[in-house]
């Protein structure tokens, strides 16, 4: 099956700085790749997305780049706020008729005021 | 439209109990998910079905059961709890396809003791 990995798992920035979370995949025929906030005791809430036939995709303050070659893809987050914090995951969607969803173990990440 | 419900929220299990996770979804979705999150960690894939009377494993389906017999229903059974099964449990669907974003329910927090 699909390998999903990411990092850092802890990111801890100042509010106003850019924080940046970064995955990778290990099956050349996964296609999506979307990425999910979970705040404290809440479930996990899609936020961006890109498709494999795009390498970025931007959404006010937070970008998704993708490249395929390598098999990565990054959460970039400019202009942090303090209701930034929260868990977020990366995905990959994986499967012989692309049904799976393979997520990556998380990164809390701690915007300071 | 109250998308994917999950019921119950909590429960405590005694070690070799069973139980039943019930998971319902109101979108007409035909991909239906099992997922269990560990805490501090990803999202593992326990089950998942791309349809009424159709489903298959994920990476983690060692102590679980499913049935997927109409389009909205997808319980999850447990028989036999072990404590290595205290986790949040989280429900999800989607219509299928490429790109088609997952919808979380809110999750049922089990302990096995």
């Known amino acids: 099956g699909e390998n999903v990995e990411q990092h850092p798992s802890t990111l801890s920035v100042q509010e106003g700085d850019s924080a940046v979370i970064k995955c990778t995949y290990s099956d050349s025929a996964s296609n999506y790749f979307p990425w999910y906030k979970q705040e404290l005791g809440k479930r996990p809430q899609l936020i961006i997305d890109?498709?494999?036939?795009?390498g970025e995709k931007k959404d006010q303050r937070i970008a998704v780049t993708l490249n395929k070659t390598a098999k990565h893809f990054s959460l970039h987050i400019t202009e942090t706020q303090p209701e930034d914090s929260a868990v977020y995951f990366c995905?990959?969607?994986?499967?012989?008729?692309?049904?799976?969803?393979?997520f990556g173990s998380g990164t809390k990440l701690n915007v300071k005021p | 439209n109250a998308g994917v419900t999950q019921t119950p929220k909590f429960r405590i299990l005694k070690i070799g109990q069973s139980m039943t996770l019930q998971c319902t979804q109101d979108?007409?979705?035909?991909?239906m998910y099992w997922y269990r999150q560990d805490p501090g960690m990803g999202l593992k894939l326990i089950y998942y079905?791309?349809?009424?009377?159709?489903?298959d494993k994920g990476e983690v389906p060692n102590g679980y059961n499913v049935s997927r017999s109409t389009t909205e229903d997808f319980p999850l059974r447990l028989e036999l709890a072990a404590p290595s099964q205290t986790s949040v449990y989280f429900c999800?669907?989607?219509?299928?396809?490429?790109?088609?974003?997952?919808?979380f329910g809110s999750g049922t927090q089990l302990s096995v003791l």
């Open positions: 979108m007409n979705h035909n991909y």
């Open positions: 999800a669907s989607r219509t299928g396809g490429w790109g088609e974003k997952l919808f």
């Open positions: 079905s791309v349809g009424a009377g159709i489903t």
């Open positions: 995905a990959a969607l994986q499967g012989d008729n692309f049904n799976k969803f393979y």
């Open positions: 890109i498709r494999s036939n795009v």
